[in-house]
Each structure stands twice: as structure tokens, then as C-alpha cells.
């Protein structure tokens, strides 16, 4: 979100949280490219966009070297200024205006290893009976440089309902491998989580950035290292996986078994001509519990050779259709027909969704959900002075007990940044008219919906009138017609400075790029990045503020009244 990210420190003309559409070469190139060279051409595309692990993984492989940061960026932390670091916790079990408690998941006093990596966020969330967890990327471990340990995926556990989490610290790393963030969790009926990422191979001249996914069967207190999974490239490709999602549902045909599908966005470019070949929308199926995975493309969009034109998809998300087993894959499309004349033409956006019948073996053409207006001009929303909040328009799905299909995004086309709805009669096949969920000033980015018998559950981030933020749930009991709003954050909490980033580790204006919500059993869970907190240390005696994650629990046997919603 890595949603939606983390780990290089960009430009604000670089920093949004996706990837950009690419133009093809005008003409073959006259020598082969290396690796590196290769790495460099994806980089120098016009208007590239990736999310930031994606980016960190293609400089280091066209710089040729294992370095986090440039340089001249210094992090070591001594023990004794480990020790002088205090912190502020405003946190806790505290309860919003409306009698939500606010949970908090990570354990700040993990983070110690480095001065000021202390960010937590970018949440997802999966749920098993009494058992919740809730996976972020997470900087604490982690050097100014790559080493084998390097871990960027973090998670915790509850065993009691979300009432109180433990740390579980980082996912396991894959052997001779590094996890990158973009995390995505998922259950099955049995209670097995599975939890996907990013996965880096960190030779920086052969290496590629991959997606891989863990397991749990205990509850998620551990998970087994992540299992690499990426579309196999020949060797004179450079490839780069970038923003997986991940669900688990029903298969079609087999009633009783559960699917794991985990769907990202990928770049592939021949280095051998210098052109950039493909960008597609991989989708990996397990039958088997994610002990093996096969991975078909929903589509591909092959890039133009002979002028500007290109194409994209970015934050890819699946869902499960839990009547039938069928699977639906929305992603934003970007796209932009240019001659290479001046001036350039704009970009444009669009929410798409392709369909499977057959548990991912194959895919329906590509359906147009509805066309997008940026969320920001810039890509950001300013908070304060250096502190921004980078945001691009990803999709959410969701599937109510009646087959309808939802999906949800922030969008600028009333001149604020509105939380839209769209949805599906049809089994995806026409869609009507963006409903508003958000009206107003303020506003709105980044939703995540959920969809049960109570209705239709629509969770945000709001920019209040001071530029401090709140999260806050929309919920309609009448297919997104109406809808009703409750506050989820017990306070307000403002942005953190990262223009530049307090954090060495994270890139410039990020400060999470998704947030996470679930129904499960008759409850909901929302999960989400939160700076309430306070750290102080010898770089900021006066104190700032701290990235961490929260959890709210709305339903039976939460503390909002109970009895469902």
C-alpha cells in the first residue's frame, strides 16, 4: 500500500503510491542493455509510478549496489541513545466518541533497533473465530543498506477477539531472500491464515521483485517463510511484481475447498531491445492450500514500441463471491494515447474488473466499473508543513449475501476527495453510476468496504478542517442508497514530518496507503495507520509524532453497544 510505499526517499513528483503508466521506446535499441541498464530505462519512464519497494528494488539493481538510501544518509543508533528514547502513549484500549475501542496492535517497545524507524502502517487484517491478526509494513528491522535479515513485514495476533494483540514481529524471511512489504492476509474455514508481500531477491544485478505468501496454522502466532510465487521470466528479463491483495473463498466447483488467489500488477521489460514489453495483472490460484501456486494473467497490456503510448493496472483486488466460488479482480487502469508530441496529453483513470468461473484458470475480458478523476493534483493532500499524505485511487471489492458487487474509491471529481461507490446487479457484467458515499468540504481517501447481512461497511480516512485525521465508517442497510457515518478513532491525530521523512527507512510523503477492514461472524474489524503517539529521543527532544496501528471491533461482542450492527 506496501500499499498500498516504504523504504526510499523520493521526490514528491514520484512519491504516489502506485505505479505510473510507461511509454514504449520509439525505435530498437542498437546494443543490448545490461541488467542495470535495463533497471535504469524502467526508472526514466515518463511519469513512472511503483509503489516504493518496487522502486528501492529496481534502483539498487540500476545502481548495482545493496544501499537503502544514498550515502551521504547516516543511522546508526548506539545503545545509550536507545535509552534516552521515550515515548508518549496516548493509545491503549481508548474509547471514540461513539464507543469504539480504539486497540493499539504493534508493541512500540519493539522499536529500538534503529533511531527513528519506528513506523507501523498499511494495514490488513484477517479473522478466524477468536483468532484476529493484522499484518503492516513495519521499518525496525532494517539497516541503511540491505543485509540478509532485513525484514520489512510485520504482524500481530489476538486470541481473544481483538480485545488485546501480541507482536509477532516480522514474517519469516524466504531463504537467500528479503520480505518488502504490501502485506495481505486471508483465512480459510479452517483456520489457516495466509499472509502475502512483496519478496526481494537481494542480488542487486539478477535479482527480481517477486510476490510471496506464508502460512499459518496456529492461530497466526507463527508463519512459515514465504513462498515465492512470481510468473517465471526468461533470463534476458527484467521483472518486478508490485501491490499484491490476497483472498481466500470458495472454489466454483468444489463446494467444501478453499482457494487461495493473490493478485498484483507487474512490469517486465526485455533488456536485450531496451523495451519495455508487458505491464499485466497476474493472478496466482492455490487449490491445495498454498502449497503449490499457478499464476494466469487476467490481462496484459503489451506497451507501444513505435511512440508514447502506454498503459497500466496498480492496486489490483480480489474478492469471492461466497455463494458460487466466482472471483472478481478490480485494479485501476491507467492509460494515455500520445504521439510524442508536446505538449503531452493527460493520463487517464479508470476503475476495471475481470471475471473467473473457473477458480482462476481463466479470466472474462475486462469491464469498465468507471471512469476516475484524481483524488489529489498533486498526488498528495498536505497535513502541515513537511507532512503530506500521497494517495492514488485504488479499488475495493466487496460481495453482499445477495451476489451484489460493490466497489468503492476515493475520487476528485466533485473538486474534494469523495468516497464513491459503484456496484453490479449482474455478476459484474454492467455497473450503474458512482453513488457518493462522503459529501462536503472535508476531505475523504483511501476506503476499505466490507459487506455482511447488516449491509454495507465503508471505512476512511477523513482530513478534518485543522488537517488532523480521523477514520470514520459509512454504513448503508440499503445497497449504498443512504448512509449513516460513525467516528472509529477515540482522537484525532495529525500527519507526521516526511518531507523530509523523520524515518531513514520510508519514503518521502508516505504515511500508509490502505487500510484494512473485515466482517467476520457478525462483526467488523478496522484496522489502520495511526500517529496519535508520541516518541521522544535526542533528534526530537521536544517529541513528534509516531506511526502505529490501531484496531476497532463493531458487532456482537464489541463494546459498541453489541447485538450485531
Same mark, same amino acid.
Given at each position: 500500500?506496501?500499499?498500498?510505499?516504504?523504504?526510499?526517499?523520493?521526490?514528491?513528483?514520484?512519491?504516489?503510491?502506485?505505479?505510473?503508466?510507461?511509454?514504449?521506446?520509439?525505435?530498437?535499441?542498437?546494443?543490448?542493455?545490461?541488467?542495470?541498464?535495463?533497471?535504469?530505462?524502467?526508472?526514466? =519512464?515518463?511519469?513512472?509510478?511503483?509503489?516504493?519497494?518496487?522502486?528501492?528494488?529496481?534502483?539498487?539493481?540500476?545502481?548495482?549496489?545493496?544501499?537503502?538510501?544514498?550515502?551521504?544518509?547516516?543511522?546508526?543508533?548506539?545503545?545509550?541513545?536507545?535509552?534516552? /528514547?521515550? /515515548?508518549?502513549?496516548?493509545?491503549?484500549?481508548?474509547?471514540?466518541?461513539?464507543?469504539? &475501542?480504539?486497540?493499539?496492535?504493534?508493541? +512500540?517497545?519493539?522499536?529500538?533497533?534503529?533511531?527513528?524507524?519506528?513506523?507501523? %502502517?498499511?494495514?490488513?487484517?484477517?479473522?478466524?473465530?477468536?483468532?484476529?491478526?493484522?499484518?503492516?509494513?513495519?521499518?525496525?528491522?532494517?539497516?541503511?543498506?540491505?543485509?540478509?535479515?532485513?525484514?520489512?513485514?510485520?504482524?500481530?495476533?489476538?486470541?481473544?477477539?481483538?480485545?488485546?494483540?501480541?507482536?509477532?514481529?516480522?514474517? +519469516?524471511?524466504?531463504?537467500?531472500?528479503?520480505?518488502?512489504?504490501?502485506?495481505?492476509?486471508?483465512?480459510?474455514?479452517?483456520?489457516?491464515?495466509?499472509?502475502?508481500?512483496?519478496?526481494?531477491?537481494?542480488?542487486?544485478?539478477?535479482?527480481?521483485?517477486?510476490?510471496?505468501?506464508?502460512?499459518?496454522?496456529?492461530?497466526? @502466532?507463527?508463519? %512459515?517463510?514465504?513462498? /515465492?510465487?512470481?510468473?517465471?521470466?526468461?533470463?534476458?528479463?527484467?521483472?518486478?511484481?508490485? =501491490?499484491?491483495?490476497?483472498?481466500?473463498? @470458495?472454489?466454483?466447483?468444489?463446494?467444501?475447498?478453499?482457494?487461495?488467489?493473490?493478485?498484483?500488477?507487474?512490469?517486465?521489460?526485455?533488456?536485450? *531491445?531496451?523495451?519495455?514489453?508487458?505491464?499485466?495483472?497476474?493472478?496466482?490460484?492455490?487449490?491445495?492450500?498454498?502449497?503449490?501456486?499457478?499464476?494466469?494473467?487476467?490481462?496484459?497490456?503489451?506497451?507501444?514500441?513505435?511512440?508514447?503510448?502506454?498503459?497500466?493496472?496498480?492496486?489490483?483486488?480480489?474478492?469471492?463471491?461466497?455463494?458460487?466460488?466466482?472471483?472478481?479482480?478490480?485494479?485501476? =487502469?491507467?492509460?494515455?494515447?500520445?504521439?510524442?508530441?508536446?505538449?503531452?496529453?493527460?493520463?487517464?483513470?479508470?476503475?476495471?474488473?475481470? =471475471? !473467473?468461473?473457473?477458480?482462476?484458470?481463466?479470466?472474462?475480458?475486462?469491464?469498465?466499473? %468507471?471512469?476516475?478523476?484524481?483524488? &489529489?493534483?498533486?498526488?498528495? #493532500?498536505?497535513?502541515?508543513?513537511?507532512?503530506?499524505?500521497?494517495?492514488?485511487?485504488?479499488?475495493?471489492?466487496?460481495?453482499?449475501?445477495?451476489?451484489?458487487?460493490?466497489?468503492?474509491?476515493?475520487?476528485?471529481?466533485?473538486?474534494?476527495?469523495?468516497?464513491?461507490?459503484?456496484?453490479? !446487479?449482474?455478476?459484474?457484467?454492467?455497473?450503474?453510476?458512482?453513488?457518493?458515499?462522503?459529501?462536503?468540504?472535508?476531505?475523504?481517501?483511501?476506503?476499505?468496504? !466490507?459487506?455482511?447481512?447488516?449491509?454495507?461497511?465503508?471505512?476512511?480516512?477523513?482530513?478534518?478542517?485543522?488537517?488532523?485525521?480521523?477514520?470514520?465508517?459509512? @454504513?448503508?442497510?440499503?445497497?449504498?442508497?443512504?448512509?449513516?457515518?460513525?467516528?472509529?478513532? !477515540?482522537?484525532?491525530?495529525?500527519?507526521?514530518?516526511?518531507?523530509?521523512?523523520?524515518?531513514?527507512?520510508?519514503?518521502?510523503?508516505?504515511?500508509?496507503?490502505?487500510?484494512?477492514?473485515? *466482517?467476520?461472524?457478525?462483526?467488523?474489524?478496522?484496522?489502520?495507520?495511526?500517529?496519535?503517539?508520541?516518541?521522544?529521543? #535526542?533528534?526530537?527532544?521536544?517529541?513528534?509524532?509516531?506511526?502505529?496501528? #490501531?484496531?476497532?471491533?463493531?458487532?456482537?461482542?464489541?463494546?459498541?453497544?453489541?447485538?450485531?450492527?
Amino acid at each position: 500500500m506496501v500499499h498500498r510505499r516504504l523504504l526510499t526517499v523520493l521526490a514528491i513528483g514520484g512519491v504516489m503510491a502506485g505505479a505510473s503508466a510507461m511509454g514504449g521506446a520509439a525505435g530498437p535499441a542498437t546494443q543490448p542493455l545490461t541488467r542495470q541498464q535495463a533497471a535504469q530505462k524502467l526508472l526514466d =519512464k515518463d511519469g513512472l509510478q511503483m509503489t516504493a519497494p518496487a522502486r528501492l528494488a529496481l534502483q539498487m539493481v540500476a545502481r548495482g549496489d545493496l544501499q537503502l538510501q544514498s550515502a551521504d544518509l547516516k543511522g546508526n543508533s548506539s545503545v545509550a541513545q536507545q535509552a534516552q /528514547r521515550t /515515548r508518549q502513549l496516548q493509545g491503549g484500549n481508548q474509547e471514540s466518541g461513539e464507543g469504539l &475501542s480504539n486497540v493499539l496492535v504493534n508493541n +512500540p517497545g519493539e522499536d529500538v533497533h534503529q533511531v527513528d524507524q519506528t513506523t507501523q %502502517s498499511e494495514t490488513t487484517i484477517a479473522v478466524s473465530g477468536q483468532n484476529v491478526v493484522v499484518g503492516f509494513n513495519d521499518s525496525q528491522t532494517a539497516l541503511l543498506a540491505y543485509t540478509a535479515a532485513a525484514d520489512l513485514t510485520g504482524y500481530s495476533w489476538s486470541n481473544d477477539g481483538g480485545r488485546s494483540f501480541h507482536d509477532g514481529n516480522q514474517l +519469516p524471511n524466504p531463504p537467500g531472500e528479503q520480505n518488502l512489504g504490501d502485506p495481505a492476509l486471508g483465512s480459510d474455514r479452517a483456520g489457516n491464515f495466509y499472509y502475502s508481500n512483496l519478496t526481494n531477491n537481494i542480488d542487486p544485478i539478477t535479482g527480481a521483485l517477486g510476490i510471496g505468501v506464508a502460512k499459518s496454522t496456529n492461530g497466526g @502466532r507463527t508463519f %512459515s517463510a514465504t513462498k /515465492r510465487i512470481e510468473p517465471a521470466v526468461g533470463a534476458t528479463t527484467l521483472y518486478t511484481g508490485d =501491490k499484491d491483495a490476497l483472498t481466500v473463498g @470458495r472454489d466454483p466447483g468444489a463446494a467444501s475447498r478453499d482457494n487461495v488467489y493473490v493478485a498484483w500488477d507487474d512490469f517486465v521489460i526485455d533488456f536485450t *531491445s531496451g523495451f519495455v514489453v508487458t505491464n499485466g495483472l497476474p493472478v496466482a490460484h492455490s487449490y491445495d492450500g498454498g502449497a503449490t501456486y499457478q499464476v494466469v494473467y487476467a490481462n496484459r497490456l503489451v506497451q507501444s514500441n513505435f511512440d508514447c503510448s502506454s498503459s497500466q493496472y496498480i492496486g489490483a483486488d480480489p474478492v469471492v463471491d461466497p455463494r458460487n466460488g466466482t472471483l472478481y479482480v478490480a485494479a485501476e =487502469k491507467i492509460a494515455r494515447t500520445w504521439d510524442c508530441s508536446f505538449p503531452p496529453p493527460p493520463f487517464s483513470f479508470s476503475q476495471v474488473v475481470f =471475471k !473467473s468461473t473457473d477458480g482462476g484458470l481463466t479470466f472474462g475480458p475486462e469491464t469498465l466499473i %468507471s471512469g476516475v478523476t484524481s483524488s &489529489s493534483p498533486t498526488g498528495v #493532500f498536505k497535513l502541515g508543513e513537511h507532512q503530506f499524505m500521497r494517495n492514488l485511487e485504488f479499488p475495493s471489492l466487496a460481495v453482499d449475501p445477495a451476489g451484489i458487487i460493490y466497489d468503492t474509491w476515493n475520487d476528485g471529481r466533485s473538486g474534494n476527495s469523495h468516497i464513491l461507490i459503484a456496484k453490479s !446487479s449482474d455478476t459484474g457484467i454492467t455497473w450503474g453510476a458512482p453513488i457518493s458515499v462522503t459529501t462536503g468540504t472535508n476531505d475523504e481517501m483511501q476506503p476499505a468496504l !466490507s459487506a455482511d447481512g447488516s449491509g454495507l461497511h465503508d471505512l476512511y480516512y477523513m482530513r478534518n478542517a485543522d488537517n488532523t485525521l480521523d477514520v470514520v465508517v459509512a @454504513r448503508s442497510t440499503n445497497g449504498g442508497v443512504s448512509w449513516s457515518y460513525k467516528r472509529v478513532t !477515540s482522537q484525532s491525530f495529525p500527519g507526521v514530518f516526511n518531507l523530509p521523512q523523520f524515518d531513514p527507512v520510508i519514503a518521502s510523503t508516505y504515511m500508509g496507503d490502505y487500510i484494512a477492514n473485515v *466482517s467476520h461472524g457478525g462483526s467488523q474489524y478496522y484496522a489502520w495507520g495511526d500517529n496519535r503517539n508520541i516518541v521522544t529521543n #535526542f533528534l526530537w527532544p521536544q517529541g513528534r509524532h509516531d506511526p502505529d496501528v #490501531f484496531l476497532a471491533k463493531q458487532g456482537q461482542d464489541s463494546n459498541d453497544g453489541g447485538g450485531g450492527n
